[in-house]
């Protein structure tokens, strides 16, 4: 994998092999669907925190409890289908070539 994707694949999702030509299209889907799934978490991370604090909420547990689901939603939301961050993420990895994007180079 090349171009401004090629080293968050590397760190965020080791053991995805971009690079080879048989499960290229797959991997990439892949790898498109995790980075969103992280942005969706961080998005939903942050518009928890806009929650107010109310007598039956709180404690460790629920802190456990709220990462876990935040994480899995943020998943979710990137897994399902029609999923606009995730093509956009997806088309912009195949139209990578040679770490300059074909709109950078102007066609």
């Known amino acids: 994998m090349t171009g401004a994707y090629a080293d968050i694949g590397a760190a965020a999702l080791p053991g995805l092999d971009i690079t080879g030509p048989a499960a290229n299209v797959r991997d990439a889907e892949t790898a498109a669907r995790e980075l969103a799934g992280v ?3 961080m998005m939903l ?3 928890q925190k806009t929650v107010p604090e109310n007598p ?3 404690g460790r547990g ?3 409890f ?3 689901w935040v994480n899995e939603m943020g998943r979710a939301l990137a897994w399902r289908r029609g999923d606009a961050l995730s093509e956009a993420i997806l088309d912009d990895m195949k139209t990578t070539d040679g770490g300059e ?7």
């Open 56 to 58: 039956f909420t709180g």
């Open 101 to 107: 994007s074909r709109a950078a180079q102007g066609g």
């Open 45 to 47: 991370k942050e518009m």
């Open 62 to 64: 629920e802190e456990v």
């Open 39 to 41: 942005f969706y978490s």
């Open 66 to 68: 709220r990462s876990m």
